[in-house]
């Protein structure tokens, strides 16, 4: 089974600034990587997602994570943040057969100060 | 990617009734569909799963008898919840996916109160 750690709860970052989420993963096999965002009384929004192929992958509003298979990580990056992506973020990891095992890690609170 | 609605979005009751909520896919045939929970501040915890056609499979201390799923169509999944208790107030969100897809797709989730 796959495991996911988020490594901060709250991450409290100044708009305008650059910022890391941190996710690290644990599997036996090869695996699907996600981050999701959640905005309050809302269901989840896909940022991005890799699959395969390039470890760099770019997704909505500015959002980028980094795939590092030796250190089992899927960091997601923002060079410049905004009071719009004050949320709740979810990294979550499947294996590779199709998407019926979905495991999420416990979220990060992103608040971005004015 | 697919378009999820859940219906009604918030709900208030009082405690001994049931409630029940819908998850429709709105462009996608969705064979598999998921039923999770959120609890304030906490990650989403999977209930169930419910392929098309078949009895849900209920996570692990989830009770099957007091919420009933039922996936009749490739895109209407309904969970009730039964004889509803204060601790049963929660968030609850939706999936959907396919045997072909390699990501869930998720509903807006329903706020369910129970007083």
């Known amino acids: 089974a796959q495991s996911v750690t988020q490594l901060d709860s709250q991450v409290p970052v100044f708009e305008e600034a650059p910022v890391e989420l941190r996710c690290n993963y644990s599997s036996s096999v090869s695996v699907y990587l996600f981050w999701y965002v959640q905005y309050p009384n809302q269901g989840l929004q896909l940022l991005l997602k890799y699959l395969s192929g390039s470890t760099l992958v770019k997704g909505i509003n500015g959002f980028e994570a980094e795939f590092n298979k030796s250190q089992t990580s899927f960091h997601l990056r923002k060079p410049t943040v905004h009071i719009s992506d004050t949320a709740e973020y979810f990294c979550?990891?499947?294996?590779?057969?199709?998407?019926?095992?979905?495991?999420f890690g416990t979220g990060t609170r992103l608040t971005v100060i004015p | 990617g697919a378009v999820v609605s859940q219906h009604p979005s918030r709900v208030i009751c009082k405690s001994g009734t049931s409630v029940k909520i819908e998850c429709r896919s709105l462009?996608?045939?969705?064979?598999?569909m998921f039923w999770y929970r959120q609890f304030p501040k906490q990650s989403l915890m999977l209930m169930a799963t419910?392929?098309?056609?078949?009895?849900?499979?209920?996570e692990q201390g989830v009770e099957k008898d007091k919420f009933l799923i039922n996936h009749a169509s490739l895109t209407l999944s309904t969970l009730t919840v039964t004889s509803a208790h204060p601790e049963d107030s929660s968030f609850y969100i939706c999936?959907?996916?396919?045997?072909?897809?390699?990501?869930?797709?998720f509903g807006p989730g329903t706020r369910l109160t129970v007083l």
């Open positions: 419910s392929n098309e056609g078949s009895k849900a499979t209920y």
């Open positions: 999936s959907v996916t396919s045997g072909r897809a390699t990501e869930q797709f």
């Open positions: 979550a990891v499947s294996d590779l057969y199709g998407a019926n095992n979905l495991f």
């Open positions: 462009d996608f045939q969705a064979t598999t």
